[in-house]
């Protein structure tokens, strides 16, 4: 193992090149340049519009869902366009935090245990050979007292989590806890054509101004 005195030595005197002040650039020419740039200036105004869409759209899903206590996918409608709007429980990758557990339990909301509590040897003594050779010969009376960490264990939501939540009485706990146990998805279909999709999107990227009247 590396010693940390003498690394630290090593680095004592090594100064970086400075750098220049005011010095311009290297300039060269980049052919698609404006159109990447042009792109990339839209692609932000359109990703900030689309989440605002996306957040109409989930809410308006999540409203029904509430109201008719039911998960099963819906289809939205608007003129020509379709898209089916799925409520789905949470991945059993995402893990609740302690506060959503909590949550949960004190409602009697099921949940499925993802990793049990277990001990584990803190980082600070992992590579302390000479403390491990002492452990590993008589553990009791040579260790310190925290070289033992402990995690708690971690909980996911349940296969019957989300029927549990819609069946609750308040509202407002209501819309909490489904949100906490699902996602939701909306696959869409647009019924237009290639021009009707660009004049929309140019509704986005250029905004009338709204009227002061």
Same mark, same amino acid.
């Given at each position: 193992?590396?010693?940390?005195?003498?690394?630290?030595?090593?680095?004592?005197?090594?100064?970086?090149?400075?750098?220049?002040?005011?010095?311009?650039?290297?300039?060269?020419?980049?052919?698609?340049?404006?159109?990447?740039?042009?792109?990339?200036?839209?692609?932000?105004?359109?990703?900030? =519009?689309?989440? #605002?869409?996306?957040?109409?759209?989930?809410? @308006? %899903? *999540?409203?029904?869902?509430?109201? &008719?206590?039911?998960?099963?996918?819906?289809?939205?409608?608007?003129?020509?366009?379709?898209?089916?709007?799925?409520?789905?429980?949470?991945?059993?990758?995402?893990?609740?935090?302690?506060?959503?557990?909590?949550?949960?339990?004190?409602?009697?909301?099921?949940?499925?245990?993802?990793?049990?509590?277990?001990?584990?040897?803190?980082?600070?003594? =992992?590579?302390? #050979?000479?403390?491990?050779?002492?452990?590993? @010969? %008589? *553990?009791?009376?040579?260790?310190? &007292?925290?070289?033992?960490?402990?995690?708690?264990?971690?909980?996911?939501?349940?296969?019957?989590?989300?029927?549990?939540?819609?069946?609750?009485?308040?509202?407002?706990?209501?819309?909490?806890?489904?949100?906490?146990?699902?996602?939701?998805?909306?696959?869409?279909?647009?019924?237009?054509?290639?021009?009707?999709?660009?004049?929309?999107?140019?509704?986005?990227?250029?905004?009338?101004?709204?009227?002061?009247?």
């Amino acid at each position: 193992m590396s010693n940390l005195f003498e690394a630290a030595a090593e680095k004592v005197g090594t100064v970086d090149a400075p750098r220049g002040k005011g010095k311009a650039k290297p300039e060269i020419n980049v052919e698609g340049l404006r159109h990447y740039a042009a792109l990339k200036n839209a692609q932000k105004q359109i990703d900030a =519009a689309l989440e #605002t869409l996306k957040e109409d759209v989930n809410g @308006a %899903a *999540l409203d029904y869902f509430l109201h &008719a206590g039911r998960k099963d996918s819906i289809q939205g409608i608007e003129g020509d366009t379709t898209a089916s709007l799925q409520l789905r429980k949470r991945t059993t990758r995402s893990v609740l935090s302690d506060q959503e557990y909590s949550v949960l339990s004190d409602l009697g909301i099921d949940t499925d245990l993802a990793t049990d509590a277990r001990f584990y040897i803190d980082n600070k003594y =992992a590579e302390d #050979t000479e403390l491990l050779g002492k452990v590993s @010969a %008589a *553990l009791e009376g040579i260790v310190p &007292a925290d070289f033992l960490g402990a995690t708690s264990p971690k909980y996911v939501v349940s296969g019957n989590a989300v029927d549990q939540a819609l069946k609750i009485e308040d509202e407002s706990m209501r819309e909490t806890v489904v949100e906490m146990v699902t996602t939701q998805a909306a696959r869409c279909k647009f019924g237009g054509s290639n021009e009707e999709a660009l004049n929309i999107l140019r509704e986005v990227l250029f905004p009338k101004p709204k009227s002061t009247k």
